[in-house]
């Protein structure tokens, strides 16, 4: 930039030189053959700087191509995977790929020109249980619009849409809600903070969720069942990244309403979470929750890191039997990309205290609420074959969980049995006919009751 600047200068210079020579030679009749060389000289340099204008014009443009592309999210991970499967930014880093993120803090030079941008995702899905061939189910399983805006060069907000299932009514299966909708304020080149209603830093699916970004037609059944899918809190969040490497979360947020709890129904055995999120509908805040999580991503490919939450979840009411309930659930994650193979595992626990007296209420009900619940899953995937922007990419993924594998406070004789583990085995394969536009085919057997064995088709997107 210097040079050009340089440029403009001798132009300035040189064209002060000629009128003064001209008004000399006018006046004078002095010097009438050095007006050719200054002469010849300009145009050189209108030559010059020509080339500095289009060589800028090409600066600007790949800015904006970058932008579009997800400016702001971690340093794209040098290797084969930039882009499939999760990996389009910083491998494993769990908020590099998410949509919000990145079209939230898009390139600052372009928010003066366009400060509001769209983003979203969808994914279609066809089911049939092997044993079964009637249940065979197809849904446009869901659709997703976002937007951000960039008030300025440290201040942005973000939002997503989502419907559920297609239609929406009272009559249907279907759901509407705000996915996300926060502001974001950079604190320094280091440190940002948030406030509204985001996505928790937990695991790799929470964050990073769209169907390109993740192996298999359905969400693994861990990052389901034990950790909630898009589990979402209103609160304040800090975030912190070091050159080295590291990234920090924390903040203090609503948390779940056990007064939700239905003893009599299997939604607290599907998901012990899912059950009782308030996902920022009215939530009750008498209690707050605090998490925290730490990532390491300082190894281009490789990532590891865990998160805790912590909170109370019996909201204070003075007539509900277990007032002082509270959760804990911890998770540890690590994925790692040498070449072709993308590996990688997770492990998550909860546990809910002080729900005796609770318990005791629910004696004889189908479904009290567990002392204990987790699971954890290992997986890998390899790119066999790659063309261009095509890819495919077959998988294989083990699960290994129990939404409920421990009781408190119920009689003896009155405790339902801890039903085994779920065991569940996914085989499958991704076909990318672009990083961002993924078919998808899969094959899960459930070791533990093989009634439940499913395959599965899908078509995803994000953009």
């Given at each position: 930039?210097?040079?050009?600047?340089?440029?403009?200068?001798?132009?300035?210079?040189?064209?002060l030189?000629?009128?003064?020579?001209?008004?000399?030679?006018?006046?004078?009749?002095?010097?009438?053959?050095?007006?050719?060389?200054?002469?010849?000289?300009?145009?050189?340099?209108?030559?010059?700087?020509?080339?500095?204008?289009?060589?800028?014009?090409?600066?600007?443009?790949?800015?904006?191509q970058?932008?579009?592309?997800?400016?702001?999210?971690a340093?794209?991970?040098?290797?084969?995977?930039?882009?499939?499967g999760?990996?389009?930014?910083?491998?494993?880093?769990?908020?590099?790929?998410?949509?919000?993120?990145?079209?939230?803090?898009?390139?600052?030079?372009?928010?003066?020109?366009n400060?509001?941008?769209?983003?979203?995702?969808?994914?279609?899905n066809?089911?049939?249980?092997?044993?079964?061939?009637s249940?065979?189910?197809?849904?446009?399983?869901?659709g997703?619009?976002?937007?951000?805006?960039?008030?300025n060069?440290?201040?942005?907000m973000?939002?997503?849409?989502?419907?559920e299932?297609?239609?929406?009514?009272?009559?249907?299966?279907?759901?509407?809600?705000?996915?996300?909708?926060?502001?974001?304020?950079?604190?320094?080149?280091?440190?940002?903070?948030?406030?509204?209603?985001?996505?928790?830093?937990?695991?790799y699916?929470?964050?990073?969720?769209?169907?390109?970004?993740?192996?298999?037609?359905n969400?693994?059944l861990v990052?389901?069942?034990?950790?909630?899918s898009?589990?979402?809190?209103?609160?304040?969040?800090l975030?912190?990244?070091t050159?080295?490497?590291l990234?920090?979360?924390?903040?203090?947020?609503t948390?779940?309403?056990?007064?939700?709890?239905?003893a009599?129904?299997?939604e607290?055995?599907?998901?012990?979470?899912?059950a009782?999120?308030?996902?920022g509908?009215?939530?009750?805040?008498?209690?707050a929750?605090?998490?925290?999580?730490l990532?390491?991503?300082?190894?281009?490919?490789?990532?590891?890191?865990?998160?805790?939450?912590?909170?109370?979840?019996?909201?204070?009411?003075t007539?509900?039997a277990?007032?002082?309930?509270?959760?804990?659930?911890?998770e540890?994650?690590?994925?790692w990309?040498p070449?072709?193979?993308?590996?990688?595992?997770?492990?998550?626990?909860?546990?809910?205290?002080?729900?005796?007296?609770?318990n005791a209420?629910?004696?004889?009900?189908?479904?009290p609420?567990?002392?204990?619940?987790?699971?954890?899953?290992a997986?890998?995937?390899y790119?066999?074959?790659?063309?261009?922007?095509y890819?495919?990419?077959?998988?294989?993924?083990y699960?290994?969980?129990?939404?409920?594998?421990?009781?408190?406070?119920?009689?003896?004789?009155?405790s339902p049995?801890?039903?085994?583990?779920?065991?569940?085995?996914?085989?499958?394969?991704?076909?990318?006919?672009?990083?961002?536009?993924v078919?998808?085919?899969?094959?899960?057997?459930?070791?533990?009751?093989?009634?439940?064995?499913?395959?599965?088709?899908?078509?995803?997107?994000?953009?």
């Open positions: 930039m210097n040079n050009h600047r340089f440029a403009v200068f001798r132009f300035s210079a040189l064209a030189a000629t009128l003064v020579l001209t008004g000399t030679a006018q006046a004078q009749s002095a010097a009438p053959a050095a007006l050719p060389d200054v002469l010849a000289e300009l145009r050189q340099l209108r030559e010059e700087l020509k080339q500095v204008r289009a060589e800028l014009d090409s600066v600007k443009q790949q800015q904006a970058q932008g579009q592309a997800g400016q702001g999210a340093p794209a991970a040098a290797g084969a995977w930039a882009g499939y999760g990996a389009a930014a910083n491998p494993g880093a769990p908020t590099a790929a998410s949509a919000a993120s990145v079209a939230a803090v898009a390139e600052p030079a372009r928010a003066v020109d400060p509001l941008s769209f983003f979203g995702y969808a994914e279609m066809y089911s049939r249980p092997r044993n079964n061939a249940g065979a189910t197809a849904t446009l399983r869901r997703v619009l976002g937007f951000a805006y960039r008030f060069e440290r201040t942005r973000a939002a997503e849409l989502e419907v299932n297609a239609v929406v009514s009272a009559s249907d299966k279907g759901e509407v809600e705000f996915e996300q909708m926060y502001i974001e304020h950079d604190l320094s080149d280091s440190l940002s903070a948030k406030a509204g209603l985001f996505l928790m830093p937990v695991g699916l929470n964050e990073s969720h769209e169907p390109t970004r993740y192996f298999g037609v969400r693994n990052e389901t069942a034990i950790i909630p898009t589990w979402r809190e209103m609160g304040l969040g975030r912190g990244t050159a080295g490497g990234r920090w979360d924390a903040g203090m947020v948390s779940f309403d056990l007064t939700k709890w239905d009599t129904s299997s607290g055995r599907d998901s012990p979470l899912g009782i999120h308030q996902e509908q009215l939530a009750k805040a008498r209690n929750a605090f998490y925290g999580a990532n390491y991503n300082g190894i281009p490919g490789f990532n590891v890191g865990g998160s805790v939450f912590n909170g109370g979840v019996g909201q204070k009411q007539s509900f277990a007032p002082n309930a509270s959760l804990t659930l911890a540890l994650h690590t994925r990309q070449g072709r193979w993308d590996l990688s595992a997770l492990a998550a626990q909860g546990r809910f205290s002080d729900i005796s007296a609770l209420t629910f004696a004889g009900q189908a479904t609420v567990p002392s204990r619940f987790g699971g954890w899953y997986q890998a995937a790119r066999v074959w790659s063309q261009g922007e890819a495919a990419v077959p998988f294989v993924r699960e290994r969980l129990n939404t409920a594998s421990a009781y408190t406070g119920l009689p003896v004789g009155l049995s801890i039903l085994p583990d779920v065991r569940v085995m996914t085989v499958g394969t991704s076909f990318y006919l672009n990083p961002q536009v078919l998808k085919a899969d094959f899960q057997r459930y070791v533990s009751d093989k009634s439940l064995d499913m395959f599965n088709l899908g078509v995803g997107f994000h953009f």
